[in-house]
């Protein structure tokens, strides 16, 4: 279904709560209602975060189609829309830490072999 989409389409957007998978998603839908996909893991928090605090409707349009050979998880690139809550900083979760520091030996040895 995804490969009949066009760019500027525009897709639903529905918050899973009982993912089995991930206990929590983002779900992009047809207009018919029909499951397309789900939004990237690492933008879910951000994603809800401002879908639930928004005071407009945040929306989802297809950008671009990507045929095959590219992978079913590559196929479709969405554009979302909507507001910015005040104070919000978004990718500060754990899991957009820095692994290394900027005074590592590690790092210093990629830049210099660069």
């Not at 951000?46 to 929306?59: E, K, N, Y």
């Not at 969405?78 to 830490?97: A, K, L, R, T």
Request: some cysteine.
């Amino acid at each position: 279904r995804v490969l009949e989409l066009q760019p500027g389409h525009e897709l639903r957007i529905a918050i899973e709560a009982n993912n089995p998978a991930t206990h929590f998603a983002v779900q992009l839908q047809t207009d018919d209602l029909v499951p397309i996909g789900y939004a990237p893991r690492y933008l879910v928090n951000d994603l809800a975060h401002v879908i639930l605090r928004c005071s407009i409707p945040v929306s989802a349009t297809v950008s671009r189609v990507n045929l095959p050979p590219a992978p079913p998880s590559q196929r479709l690139l969405v554009s979302f829309e909507g507001c910015w809550p005040d104070d919000y900083e978004p990718m500060s979760g754990n899991q957009f830490q820095v692994l290394v520091g900027d005074d590592s030996p590690v790092l210093e040895e990629a830049l210099v072999a660069s």
